[in-house]
């Protein structure tokens, strides 16, 4: 299995800045070749929705964080990042990284799919 431990949430006010941190280490001596990462937040009463992905070739935003969230990757530290700037009230939410992946880097190995447990992000005057 890929375990992956989140942190950086917090209290902020309008207009002000996080950056979340996803880390990603294996329970296990099995390679694990990552093909896709992303982050996806839930709001209370609302369904979880994406917000944003990276591949190795390209991102995707939400509509609503276009402009002011970043993904980014370090693969030296097996971590995903994301920036979110400018941040309003609607932006409270939990928010969970996901990462994609396969057991080898042939397109037949076994694939994985796993969840952070989730970090929270208010933001409040």
């Known amino acids: 299995q890929v375990q992956l431990v989140e942190s950086g949430g917090g209290l902020v006010q309008p207009g002000g800045s996080l950056r979340l941190s996803c880390a990603a280490s294996a329970s296990s001596g099995r390679t694990f070749v990552i093909v896709a990462r992303g982050w996806y937040r839930q709001a209370p009463g609302k369904q979880r929705e994406l917000v944003a992905t990276i591949t190795s070739g390209s991102t995707n935003y939400a509509d609503s964080v276009k402009g002011r969230f970043t993904i980014s990757t370090d693969n030296a530290k097996n971590t995903v990042y994301l920036q979110m700037n400018s941040l309003k009230p609607e932006d409270t939410a939990v928010y969970y990284c996901?990462?994609?992946?396969?057991?080898?880097?042939?397109?037949?190995?076994?694939?994985?799919?796993?969840w952070g447990q989730g970090t929270q992000v208010t933001v409040s005057s």
């Open positions: 996901n990462v994609q992946g396969r057991y080898g880097a042939a397109w037949w190995a076994e694939r994985g799919d796993y």
